[in-house]
């Protein structure tokens, strides 16, 4: 089958790899009928941790093909859409809620704490482990781009919004206006907050999230420092949505005293530095966020049914699974929002 693959040198290409089959009898073979590329994505591109032969890809929605002999959820022909990731089901973490911190926690198209590897759904066909779990079935009246949307980023956002406190009437930062800080504005706003300020480079970016009702702010110019005065004494909840030094040093500088920098943007490699200042002196409480489907998509999912939540226009572009080199670049030059890939 064509799948989307990667040499680690900051390039994809399409290859014929093995079709998937069922390996345990709780998998299920889904037909992939759309997959989202994700800004994680553009970091394991660029970095040689992927075997050439393992597709891409944590973001998709398809149709059962195969069904293994111990699921009981779902039926040949299933619309379903994919958690970004899978997990064990028993273990503390996962009865507790935080199935992102399970010892057996696998993304798809990317490597697991542990070391291990799971095929993505960059592809035409994909694996999907403890299928009556990681799968989800696609109501009636859900569109496939919100259905893609649920498989990750959307979750992520709301988990930087709703682990951070409560936002009703509180003021928010984004740093990093791309697809997730878009849609942490949406979330924000949905959920009561009384203002967001959004912070990017790109031009294109901030007018997006100005159209959310944020209130844009460049990154060329001391963007904290801007943020901390238009506020008046800084933001409750500054979330870095890309995933840098630079980015995080804009929220720490843009929150206010005993406020909460939540760290959303993938950081694979290397170290983040906090100012001593920043943690003592203005009490400032750090968030790691995993986004979890599998604790907030019954949350999201009414939001998104009842139009109180709406993100137009999020995914801008669609491409055959074929065209995937060209949509990597497109996506990260900024030339797109957000891409979709059809098998």
């Known amino acids: 089958m064509k799948a989307v693959v990667t040499k680690g040198d900051g390039s994809v290409e399409i290859a014929d790899v093995a079709q998937p089959t069922l390996v345990e009898p709780d998998d299920v073979i889904v037909k992939v009928a759309a997959a989202a590329v994700c800004g994680t994505d553009l970091h394991f591109i660029g970095m040689p941790i992927l075997s050439p032969t393992t597709p891409l890809g944590h973001e998709f929605i398809g149709e059962v093909v195969e069904v293994g002999s111990a699921v009981h959820g779902f039926a040949l022909g299933q619309r379903v859409k994919s958690r970004m990731f899978v997990c064990c089901g028993h273990c503390v ?65 709301w988990d930087a919004v709703t682990q951070t ?31 967001v300020y959004a912070v990017d480079l790109d031009d294109r970016r901030l007018a997006k999230a100005e159209s959310l009702g944020a209130i844009p702010v460049s990154a060329t110019g001391p963007a904290g420092e801007q943020i901390w005065n238009l506020a008046g004494r800084g933001v409750d909840v500054a979330i870095d949505a890309v995933g840098s030094q630079a980015a995080v040093d804009t929220a720490m500088q843009a929150v206010s005293t005993a406020g909460v920098v939540a760290l959303v943007g993938a950081i694979l490699a290397g170290e983040i530095k906090f100012a001593v200042q920043h943690l003592v002196h203005k ?34 572009a669609e491409l055959p699974l074929t065209d995937a080199p060209k949509a990597y670049e497109a996506f990260a030059a900024r030339k797109v929002n957000k891409i979709v890939l059809v098998p």
């Not at 399970?102 to 990317?110: D, N, S």
């Not at 928010?172 to 009384?194: E, K, R």
């Not at 999912?301 to 139009?307: Q, W």
């Open 93 to 157: 973490a996962c009865l507790t809620g935080q199935q992102t911190k399970c010892p057996e926690y696998l993304l798809f198209g990317g490597p697991g704490p542990g070391g291990g590897v799971l095929a993505g759904g960059q592809a035409e066909y994909v694996r999907i482990p403890h299928a009556d779990r990681t799968l989800t079935s696609i109501v009636d009246g859900l569109s496939d781009v919100n259905a893609l949307l649920l498989t990750d980023t959307l979750p992520t956002a």
């Open 165 to 195: 406190g409560s936002p009703a009437g509180k003021t928010f930062a984004v740093v990093g206006a791309g697809p997730v800080g878009q849609q942490v504005i949406a979330c924000a706003y949905a959920l009561g907050a009384s203002a």
């Open 283 to 316: 009490n400032v409480r750090i968030r790691p966020i995993m986004g979890n489907p599998y604790a907030n998509e019954h949350l999201v999912t009414p939001m998104l049914a009842s139009g109180r939540l709406t993100l137009p226009g999020l995914i801008d």
